[in-house]
């Protein structure tokens, strides 16, 4: 692949759990976390990942690919 990748954290939800809730008689938690992204550029496309951290263990997404176009 020749796109180069420059990996880092870009945002943290900081451990708030306000947007979760809990699944009736389970014991499973649904959260939905927003990632804002605005006054993007064509440097900003590639993959990006979600990762829940949780009893020592990371979990990642399967990613999300923002693609750039110039006008």
Do not use: W
């Amino acid at each position: 692949d020749s796109e180069d990748s420059h990996p880092g954290l870009i945002y943290s939800h900081g451990g708030r759990n306000d947007q979760c809730e809990r699944e009736p008689n389970t014991l499973t938690h649904t959260c939905v976390y927003n990632l804002p992204l605005k006054n993007l550029n064509v440097s900003d496309a590639g993959i990006y990942y979600c990762a829940v951290a949780s009893c020592g263990h990371i979990l990642f997404g399967n990613g999300t690919k923002l693609e750039m176009t110039s006008e």
